[in-house]
């Protein structure tokens, strides 16, 4: 499967942006979807995640009540809505696939490439 990441840009701080995540197959549709995103210097990290079902959804502590995951099944699409972002969310975001409901990132095998998201002060 291929995932195509896309929504990224330069926003001020307090702005918001959407995230959307398309895959090439529907096959996947039962994985958990997620984002992870990699600050120059830094190591890969969680970001937030969705059931396969939807019914669930996991968050890291830095987003919480400020971003939110979502999917579209019938368009195959994965969305992250950042709100209120703040100058330290500066990375490139992908998103990933899972067979797990997980933040682990090596539990992801599928992976999208980055959008770049830029938050200035």
């Known amino acids: 499967v291929q995932l195509q990441a896309s929504g990224g840009g330069l926003v001020q701080a307090g702005g918001s942006l959407r995230l959307s995540c398309a895959a090439s197959?529907?096959?996947?549709?039962?994985?958990?979807r997620g984002w992870f995103r990699q600050a120059p210097g830094k190591e890969r990290e969680f970001v937030a995640a969705?059931?396969?079902?939807?019914?669930?959804?996991s968050y890291a502590d830095f987003v919480k009540g400020r971003f939110t995951i979502s999917k579209d099944n019938a368009k195959n699409t994965l969305h992250l809505q950042m709100d209120s972002l703040k100058p330290e969310d500066t990375a490139a975001y992908y998103c990933a696939f899972s067979s797990t409901f997980t933040q682990r990132t090596r539990a992801y095998s599928y992976w999208g490439q980055g959008t770049l998201v830029t938050v200035s002060s």
């Open positions: 197959r529907r096959a996947f549709l039962t994985y958990t």
């Open positions: 969705i059931s396969g079902s939807g019914a669930s959804t």
